[in-house]
């Protein structure tokens, strides 16, 4: 594929990775974390782990949308996809997310109308075609895909589409990161920024990461090329004792990000006072919720759906995997009650979680050592 | 994968002990403890397997089904015979390349020839919708008359039921097929043995791809054709030329190369390295795979197969292969390894990742 297969060349790839190997300090331990599960899942797929030195550790963040919405809000949506009349839509990979019993293909097996959608243009196309059925939308994702559910939903009051509405459970990145940067236990000495989610937002959002906690942030595209010269940036960064935010991406990504996407975001949602992350708790003004303008589709408003907020498994410690505080094997429940098949936690939860990754190559990493 | 096993680091006693429990489940005979069934159960990848492992063949146990081969063999008399089912729940009927039809005749024959049985007779079984157009039932039925003729078998008997309107999609098709197993073939699951090389027939992931775009759902305008069609002459071909060298074949259809070779890795005890680069994937396929968040390893193929060769046998197994119409572009994409066994590698142009079985059904991801 032109334009992409020039980001996928394994020679420039070593030229990279030989550049890696001559800025890291031996003896030093770097932990990088990239933010977004886009990086995480490039990462695995093109095995780019094999070409780092062993004293650099490649931390997977809090960015995977499907993996961080809480219990309680799958158990909402399976009251909603359970409701008479009602066709659910949602992305592939949420109808796998487990709630408090079961997931939404659980509740599709017993008879739930649950489909699933590669846009929310196609739930609202859904709607136009079914107007004898409430058609909803489980709209979840970081800024990525929020706009693209401001924009349905501003077509869907243009047009007055009434069977169509949404249940935003829109999160934003920037808290849970300040979140993460907080905590006291911190182990982290630098960030490859989610390059899709500042095409939105721009890199300058990122700025207070190196200002008020001194690591570098380096926003990446997400071909291997890219996350390969993201992590050059950072060491030289580290290196040079700079800490900045810069931008590898600068093919998609402008410093200011898309005004238009901003701006119809702020239109249509506001901020949610507080919204829970599976494994980080309740973050501050991190999710988002229709605005009063839009409260004719908010699902939430128009159903009754149950609330109840589902704690997280006493056991989970995903936080502290997500911190970085500890290794996925370290975990009570990893591997024994928490197994791919049955997720607990947000790390599991995902093939692209850390959890799930160990779980299915930490085999092999320690198979490839005694090679 | 991640940097936290690093040579340098001795693993902890904790970190043992898990990977310990980790193995010791992945080892574990599966247990079916589903409350229903799902999509997943029909997938192709873990919760199938579960299924019939766990479920089906301790129930009807016997020698033949315990082999959990693409279709078990009974002897007559001196002859050695293959008998293989499947049903055919596609939807649309028709899409690109191919329809409901020829897939029933194919479907069968190629598990008849990947177990190294010459295809004899087919049985056909209809389930049709009350109000299905007769047009419909009349070019299914010639699909099925042509896939049989070009595939030389005959249709030696039939069941018709119909069910009430809202069951079946239109059409459900049944076929059994009888096949006689040839005796240059000595082919088994547990044959293989590291150096061994794994040999692909063709492009991989044109005929799931082909059925996604076909059902509309993703506004994706792309030229992607079934590559539906029979085995036997491909078979025939390579059992001509490598004979005993050639340990087993598989028909990558549910859950695509990635499941079969799973399969075999675990069923030799042994791992298999792929190349990912030396994989033909057409670029139209590569594309919506990407659009779509989807590995075309684990899409299914109709009309391709994988052959795993002595090494010595690789060069006139692929001269033979190519030599079949559709197989121009038979290659070798990877080889067997001792270690570490029971698993998938793939050899990427950076590095390596694990190739796993599928758990539930391949959704998309989306981002």
Redesign the interface.
């Known amino acids: ?1 032109r334009f ?1 297969d020039e980001f ?3 020679e420039l ?1 070593r030229a990279v990775a030989a550049e890696i190997l001559s800025l890291v300090a031996p003896g030093r331990h770097y932990k990088l974390m990239e933010v ?3 990086h995480t ?1 490039s990462i ?9 030195p ?7 963040g809090p960015g995977c ?2 993996c961080v919405i809480p219990m309680g809000r799958v158990d909402d949506g399976i009251a909603l996809a359970r409701q008479p009349g009602v066709i659910f839509t949602c ?6 997310v487990p709630g408090s019993s079961g997931t939404l ?2 509740a ?3 008879g739930a109308d649950v489909r ?1 959608v ?1 846009s929310p243009l ?1 739930a609202l196309r859904i709607a136009r075609a079914s107007p004898d059925r409430e058609v909803v939308f489980f709209a ?2 970081f800024e ?2 929020a706009p693209s559910t401001a924009l349905t939903l501003r077509r869907a009051k243009a047009e007055g589409v009434a069977n169509f509405s949404c249940m935003c459970s829109h999160v934003t990145i920037v808290p849970p990161l300040r979140a993460l940067l907080e905590s006291p236990d911190l182990r982290l000495d630098g960030f490859i920024g989610p390059g ?1 989610v500042c095409t939105v937002v721009g890199a300058r959002p990122f700025e207070f990461i190196p200002a008020d906690y001194r690591r570098p942030v380096v926003i990446s595209g997400f071909e ?1 090329l890219d996350i390969l010269q993201s992590v050059v940036m950072i060491l030289r960064q580290l290196r040079d004792g700079r800490c900045e935010v810069e931008n590898q991406y600068t093919r998609v990504v402008p410093y200011e990000g898309n005004p238009r996407a901003l701006e119809v975001m702020a239109e249509v949602f506001e901020l949610r006072p507080h919204f829970e992350w599976r494994g980080l708790g309740f973050i501050s003004h991190s999710g988002l919720r229709l605005s009063a303008a839009y409260a004719d589709f908010d699902a939430e408003l128009r159903f009754s759906v149950p609330g109840v907020r589902v704690a997280d498994p006493k056991a989970c410690q995903c936080g502290e995997v997500l911190k970085g505080v500890i ?1 996925p ?2 975990c009570k429940v ?3 009650a928490c ?3 049955r997720p607990i936690g947000t790390c599991m939860v995902s ?1 692209e979680g ?1 959890c799930a ?15 | ?8 680091q001795a ?1 902890s006693d ?2 043992q002990r ?2 310990g ?3 010791t ?1 992945r080892g574990k005979r599966a247990r079916f403890r589903d409350e ?5 159960h029909g997938a192709g990848g ?1 919760a199938t397997q579960t299924l019939i492992e766990a479920l089906l063949e301790p129930a009807l146990h016997n020698d033949a089904l315990a082999a959990l081969g693409d279709a078990g063999l009974v002897s007559a008399g001196a002859a050695r015979l293959a008998l293989s089912t499947d049903a055919y729940v596609v939807r649309p009927l028709r899409f690109p390349g191919g329809s409901i039809g020829e897939l029933a005749v194919n479907g069968t024959v190629n598990d008849l020839a990947v177990s190294g049985a010459r295809p004899l007779a087919l049985s056909l079984s209809l389930i049709l919708e009350e109000g299905l157009p007769a047009q419909q039932l009349r070019d299914e039925v010639q699909a099925i008359a042509a896939a049989a003729a070009a595939a030389d078998v005959q249709v030696v008997t039939g069941d018709t039921k119909v069910v009430e309107r809202g069951h079946a999609d239109g059409m459900y098709i049944c076929t059994s097929g009888i096949g006689l197993c040839d005796e240059r073939a000595q082919l088994s699951p547990a044959s293989l043995r590291p150096g061994d090389r794994v040999l692909l027939s063709g492009s991989v992931g044109e005929h799931g791809t082909a059925i996604m775009l076909a059902r509309g ?3 994706l305008d792309a030229e992607v054709v079934s590559d539906t069609g029979p085995l036997w002459p491909a078979v025939d071909a390579l059992l001509e030329a490598v004979g005993a060298d050639l340990r087993c074949m598989r028909d990558p259809t549910r859950g695509g190369v990635a499941s079969v070779l799973n399969e075999l890795a675990r069923a030799s005890s042994v791992a298999i390295v792929v190349r990912e680069a030396a994989v033909p994937v057409l ?1 139209a396929v ?2 919506a795979a ?1 659009l ?2 989807i590995d075309p390893m684990y899409v299914a193929c109709e009309g391709r197969l994988v052959a795993f060769v002595a090494a010595r046998a690789v060069p006139r197994a692929l001269s033979a292969l190519r030599g079949v119409a559709g197989c121009e572009l038979a290659c070798e994409i990877g080889e067997v390894r001792a ?2 066994p029971g ?1 998938v ?10 190739m ?1 079985q599928l ?3 391949p ?5």
């Open positions: 594929m992409v996928r060349d394994a790839g977004c599960g886009g899942h695995y797929k093109y095995g780019i782990d094999d070409l780092l062993a004293n650099v550790e490649l931390v997977h949308p499907v992305f592939g990979d949420m109808m796998r293909l659980d599709r097996a017993e699933m590669y196609d979840i994702g990525t895909t899709h291997p290794k094997w370290e990893f591997g024994t197994t791919p098949e093939s850390a990754a160990y779980y299915n190559f930490g085999r092999f990493a320690r198979v490839r050592e005694a090679v | 994968m991640s940097g936290g096993v690093s040579a340098q693993l904790r970190e898990v990977l429990i980790i193995e489940a229903q069934i799902t999509m997943a873990r759902e993703f506004d670029p590569a594309g990407e779509l968040g270690q570490p698993m590698l793939v050899e990427t142009s950076f590095g390596r990742r694990v796993d758990v539930g059904d959704l998309p991801r989306i981002c």
